[in-house]
């Protein structure tokens, strides 16, 4: 099992930033990508970025690309996403996942853990 505890959410206003965390612990040696996704009121759960384990390859929606830098850091098996020049449709609940298999899949079927969430609202 994994365990992913998400952290770094709050109020900001447009154009600010966020940096977000995802701290994960358990059997990480078995997870080859991460993802972040989010998810707004009645609407379906969206892919944000992904990054792999081996390579450090990553990929990104296209709503956030050039805005939103996933990275990790190794030591503290932790995973960030720093949001930046948030706009007010970004606000949502922000949700970390570990798949087991190393691919930057942006379908959330394809992903086996995922963490409690952290809000994140953007006032305009």
């Known amino acids: 099992q994994v365990q992913l505890v998400e952290s770094g959410g709050g109020l900001v206003q447009a154009g600010g930033s966020l940096r977000l965390s995802c701290a994960a612990s358990?059997?990480?040696?078995?997870?080859?990508?991460m993802g972040w996704f989010r998810q707004s009121p009645g609407e379906e759960r969206e892919f944000v970025a992904a990054?792999?384990?081996?390579?450090?390859?990553?990929r990104y929606s296209d709503s956030v690309k050039g805005r939103f830098t996933i990275s990790r850091d190794n030591v503290k098996n932790t995973v960030y996403l720093q949001m930046n020049t948030l706009k007010p449709e970004d606000t949502a609940v922000y949700y970390c996942?570990?798949?087991?298999?190393?691919?930057?899949?942006?379908?959330?079927?394809?992903?086996?853990?995922w963490g409690q969430g952290t809000q994140v609202t953007v006032s305009s």
């Open positions: 996942a570990a798949s087991v298999r190393n691919h930057l899949s942006t379908n959330r079927y394809q992903y086996d853990y």
């Open positions: 990054f792999s384990w081996s390579g450090g390859s990553t």
């Open positions: 358990g059997r990480t040696f078995s997870t080859g990508a």
